[in-house]
Structure formats: structure tokens, C-alpha cells
């Protein structure tokens, strides 16, 4: 618990400091660091989102930077399954509110 106080009050000094405009800047910013020193945590991370079925191939393939073929590939080196599409209405209905809610 120690630990989330101590970032939470860094993170807010940041912000009064007028380092950052708000805390989502200083998270984004963070976030950018963290991948581009280990790449291989963002390609995890979006593996495991569409594997869940939380994003679309071709929203992997957008985040990552890559054409959706190349995403694929990404997908089989990592172990994962390719999806062939919705198999019941509801994952239809799924993957369309999974379309509008991720930007």
C-alpha cells in the first residue's frame, strides 16, 4: 500500500509542478517510456487483449503499428490463436461494442 501512495504523490507533484497538464499525461507519458524500453510487454499486452476478445485483429494491428497480416504473425509466434470471426450473435453484438469502446 506504501508503494501506491508513493505514486500517487509523485504523480501529483508532477502535475503541481506543472510538469504535466493532468495525471493521464503523466500515465501516457509513463506508459510510452515503459514500452519503448521493453517492447516485448506492449506485444504481450496486445496479444492478450485479443486473445480475450477485449480488441479486434485489426485494432492489435493498429496499436502495435503493423498491417493486420503482420499482427497475425504476431499472434501464431506468441502461441495465440487467430479468431475467424464471431461465432453467435453475441459475439457480434461484442465486437461491435468492443469496436466504439476502444479508440
Given amino acids: 500500500m506504501a508503494n501506491i501512495k508513493s505514486i500517487e ?3 501529483t507533484h508532477l502535475v503541481k509542478a506543472r510538469l504535466f497538464p493532468d495525471e493521464q499525461s503523466v500515465l501516457r507519458t509513463a ?14 499486452m496486445v496479444v492478450t487483449a485479443y486473445t480475450d ?10 496499436i502495435m503499428g503493423v498491417s493486420q497480416e503482420e499482427m497475425k ?4 509466434e506468441t502461441g495465440g490463436q487467430i479468431h475467424l470471426g464471431p461465432q453467435t450473435i453475441e459475439e457480434l453484438q461484442q465486437d ?8
Fill in 9 to 11: 504523490w509523485e504523480v
Fill in 31 to 44: 506508459m510510452r517510456a515503459l514500452f519503448e524500453a521493453k517492447p516485448d510487454l506492449k506485444r504481450k
Fill in 53 to 62: 476478445g477485449d480488441i479486434s485483429l485489426g485494432k492489435a494491428a493498429q
Fill in 73 to 76: 504473425d504476431i499472434i501464431r
Fill in 96 to 103: 461491435t461494442e468492443n469496436a466504439r469502446v476502444h479508440p
